[in-house]
């Protein structure tokens, strides 16, 4: 039997005015739809709602027509307050869990305990937890009876026990049952009373036989491009709502699913005209609206650090703050700049003059919509939410965008009014009632509007059991999704795990088995899929997946191979585009002759004097010297988490420009020891850094430069270095000196510069060194490729005399770099050796130097693309403007 059989007979039954209990809404509704549609088609009205329902329904309806004395505790948030109250007056044994994570794992416990037939406050087994456990059960229990209420997994067992006292009804000696081969116990019990008492007819979900296609992609991302490109083959012979995806891991592959579908067939719901219908793929709490709703409190609670701040201040639903987007953003970047991290206060004063520019009240309304939540002590639940109601209607929140704003909003006013009324009294911290909000909030599952008739069916892997199609895919059968791991049951004992379904590994493979069957049942054609990885990791085949008539799926790349469903999403559409606009230029830039006249500008007045730094954007690329030093374009720099680079180097060349002048000093003294230089650059460093200690970064950079016990820093690693070099005869001659005026053979433009360090040796000559806390450059990138100007030029300025405060070298005169990147990447580099000639070097680079600049100021700034057919860097910031991009 499949369920195409399954249905029709249920269909001939309901017509004879059977009642069918069932036990998913999915499988209610779409028996609806078939009787509903089978009744036109023989001209009878079909508007006559056939009488299936779920058991759950069935029993909710039951019970209030038996008008007993005492209802079911449904309000989760009635349940946590009588739980809470108990958890009050006893505490748990051990280091407990969050209170409001411990009221979720007790009301679980109870509930499968009721449905298993295990009794909450009865087990041999002893241990502080079980039975504290069966204590707080006792006071709950107590607590619920004396309210007129008991647990709703009750419900099956009160009904139950009332069957057969009760008389015999018309309706009941035509009943059918579909399903329930793993109901709780008193389920099972309940269906066997009405059996007794009405002679119901059981119907077990079909076992299918269907053959399944068994596709293995590469990746998960593969698997679901597959999956779209099978989706719309299957249009071709399928009604859309005749085809079916079903998730056994909805967790990944729902919010995957949605996005391509979006992606390829637009808005998910359209009314009955609907490409798809989803399964809900994500609870409140994963809403944005309702995210953006908490972000006060998640700010306070959180430390009131600037990230937090700044998501709340971007939110689009505050309309007080979605007009001044802009403005705002700069408010992060002031922020970092200034180093303010975190405190509500320091972030708003930092930005004190642009909120007052902005808003009426500056930095108050934003304040006092913070302010509430920081402070210590507890109010009523009451209290809280009107602080929020207040906060919203202030920041004009909220501004909905759609469909699915409008049902999360509704949910969660819906959710907060339900809290203030069973906890309205009550009074909570700031930080109980978020936890409190976010776990009723995690129960809540949110799905727009939509129809279970119209459309590709995206279902969860229990929804299938006893449903019609004509073809369903099912993504992702690996293990760890099919079966389900065992699952969490803290609170229940070793011998009461095994009575629980998905209590240990042998229940959960028995239930995926017979889930399995089911789903063979489902339709004639079914399309199994499983990734060989995930996140570089294999992936191991679901125990249900066998390898006969296995196919694996090559990758493909969208805008490359044909792929039709892809190929309709507007991001693949536009790489298609611009891969086609760009191919004939690419085509065109490797066989015809560059046009350097575009790169051709009104000569420049020549700059009286340029840096060595300028002087190296020239030698790199005209066309970054004529953007940064002409233009004035500069690049927004990315901010770096910690120091950034560039305020680390600066730092480190100021700590040794302080410490070698004044080591100079104390090296005139002849009882000068080694160690009192050790202890003088340990104070420099200190007292450079000591005024920013506050902050964390900086206490690692202190570290970092000092060093511990046993393992010494990067600059008391040069110091020793330093320290060999002044033994092998070389000594500290000049720090920090300039140079100004010196001319370039061939070009009126003269060079200013300055040099960190001059060292000097009684038969070597003269030194100059450069720092470097990041890579040192090559030598081909100094001597062969002109790119690095700076040792070249300080050497040329040292030869001439021009330098400030320095003699005039002889011929013995030479330049290197000092690495200073970390501890273990520190050495003294020289590229001009002091006891080599590099006299006839130096003239050349004066020519080169000399062309190059003579060529900018006479209008040439092509850039290296073209002027060299060279590549360019891939971080140069100007890739995008000069043409290389």
Request: aromatic share 10%; net charge negative.
């Amino acid at each position: 039997m499949t369920n195409h059989d399954l249905q029709n007979r249920l269909l001939a039954l309901l017509e004879e005015g059977y009642t069918v209990l069932a036990e998913t809404e999915r499988f209610v509704h779409q028996i609806q739809r078939q009787f509903r549609l089978r009744r036109i088609a023989e001209g009878k009205p079909g508007w006559d709602a056939p009488k299936i329902f779920t058991l759950n329904r069935w029993m909710e309806n039951f019970w209030t027509e038996l008008l007993p004395e005492e209802l079911p505790a449904s309000s989760s948030f009635l349940r946590s307050q009588f739980l809470k109250n108990c958890l009050d007056e006893a505490p748990p044994p051990e280091p407990p869990a969050p209170e409001v994570e411990l009221i979720h794992l007790l009301d679980e416990s109870f509930e499968q305990c009721l449905r298993f037939a295990i009794d909450p406050a009865g087990g041999q087994e002893s241990g502080p937890m079980i039975g504290w456990r069966r204590q707080i059960w006792r006071s709950f229990d107590d607590r619920l009876a004396r309210r007129g209420l008991f647990h709703p997994a009750r419900l099956p067992e009160k009904i139950a026990h009332r069957i057969p006292g009760l008389e015999r009804k018309a309706s009941w000696s035509r009943m059918a049952f579909v399903g329930f081969e793993f109901a709780g116990h008193w389920e099972k019990y309940l269906l066997e009373e009405l059996q007794k008492k009405t002679g119901a007819v059981f119907f077990a979900l079909p076992a299918g036989k269907a053959q399944p296609d068994r596709l293995v992609y590469s990746d998960p991302e593969q698997e679901i491009t597959g999956l779209m490109e099978n989706l719309l083959i299957a249009v071709r012979e399928h009604a859309p709502h005749d085809i079916a995806v079903v998730l056994c891991d909805s967790e990944f592959y729902s919010p995957a699913i949605s996005n391509r579908l979006q992606d390829i067939l637009g808005e998910p719901i359209r009314a009955q005209r609907a490409a798809y219908n989803l399964w809900p793929d994500r609870n409140l709490c994963g809403q944005g609206l309702y995210n953006a709703a908490v972000l006060p409190i998640r700010c306070a609670l959180g430390g009131e650090k600037r990230n937090d701040l700044f998501t709340f201040l971007r939110s689009p639903y505050y309309g007080s703050f979605s007009r001044w987007n802009r403005r705002l953003s700069l408010w992060d970047r002031t922020w970092r700049e200034k180093g303010v991290e975190s405190g509500i206060d320091p972030l708003l004063e930092a930005v004190r003059d642009s909120a007052e520019e902005i808003f009426p009240d500056g930095c108050s309304g934003i304040r006092a919509a913070i302010a509430p939540f920081l402070e210590v002590g507890v109010k009523m639940v009451s209290n809280w939410a009107e602080t929020l109601r207040r906060i919203w209607t202030a920041l004009q929140f909220p501004v909905l965008a759609n469909e699915l704003d409008q049902i999360t909003w509704d949910n969660l006013v819906q959710i907060i009014a339900e809290f203030e009324t069973v906890f309205g009294e009550t009074s909570l911290s700031a930080h109980e009632f978020f936890e409190y909000l976010t776990a009723a909030a995690s129960r809540v599952r949110v799905q727009k509007s939509g129809f279970e008739d119209a459309g590709i069916q995206v279902l969860g892997r229990l929804d299938v059991r006893g449903l019609c199609f004509g073809k369903i895919f099912i993504p992702g059968l690996v293990s760890g999704s099919f079966p389900q791991p065992v699952r969490s049951l803290p609170l229940l004992s070793s011998s009461e795990r095994p009575k629980v379904l998905g209590g240990t590994i042998e229940s959960q493979f028995a239930f995926a088995h017979h889930l399995y069957a089911n789903f063979l049942a489902a339709a004639p054609q079914i399309v199994l899929s499983r990734p060989a990885a995930k996140d570089g990791e294999i992936c191991i085949p679901s125990p249900f997946w066998t390898e006969d008539g296995e196919k694996n799926i090559d990758p493909v790349i969208p805008w490359k191979h044909s792929l039709p469903a892809m190929q309709r999403a507007r991001w693949v559409r536009q790489s298609i585009a611009k891969i086609g606009v760009w191919a004939p230029i690419e085509s065109a830039k490797a066989f015809c002759e560059p046009d350097r006249s575009q790169f051709q500008i009104q000569p420049l007045p020549t700059a009286n004097r340029i840096s060595v730094t300028e002087l190296q954007s020239a030698l790199l690329c005209p066309a970054r010297y004529f953007f940064r030093h002409v233009l004035g374009l500069e690049e927004l720099d990315e901010f770096e988490p910690g120091i950034p680079a560039l305020e680390r180097g600066q730092n480190v060349h100021r700590i040794l420009a302080s410490f070698v002048l004044h080591a100079i000093e104390k090296l005139a003294e002849a009882d000068l020891q080694f160690e009192a230089l050790s202890d003088l650059l340990k104070k420099t460093i200190t007292g450079a850094i000591g005024p920013r200690l506050s902050h964390a970064v900086w206490t690692v950079e202190l570290e970092r430069l000092i060093g511990k016990p046993g393992y010494p820093g990067l600059l008391l690693k040069w110091l020793d270095t330093e320290r060999d070099r002044m033994l092998d005869g070389w000594s500290w001659m000049a720090v920090e000196r300039p140079f100004d005026g010196l001319e370039i053979d061939g070009c009126e433009t003269r060079l200013k510069g300055r040099l960190d360090r001059i060292d000097s040796h009684p038969q070597r000559g003269l030194i100059c060194w450069d720092y470097k806390t990041g890579r040192l450059p090559r030598r081909a990138e100094v001597i062969d490729k002109n790119n690095e100007p700076q040792l070249p030029a300080y050497l040329l300025a040292l030869s001439r005399g021009n330098v400030t405060g320095a003699l005039k070298a002889n011929d013995n005169c030479g330049a290197g770099f000092i690495e200073l990147r970390s501890p273990g990447n520190m050495k003294h580099q020289v590229m001009f050796d002091p006891s080599e000639q590099h006299g006839l070097f130096l003239k050349d680079w004066e020519k080169r130097v000399g062309a190059a600049l003579n060529s900018i100021f006479a209008g040439d700034m092509s850039p290296l693309w073209l002027k060299e057919g060279s590549a360019c860097e891939e971080n140069c910031v100007y890739r995008g403007i000069c043409g290389s991009a």
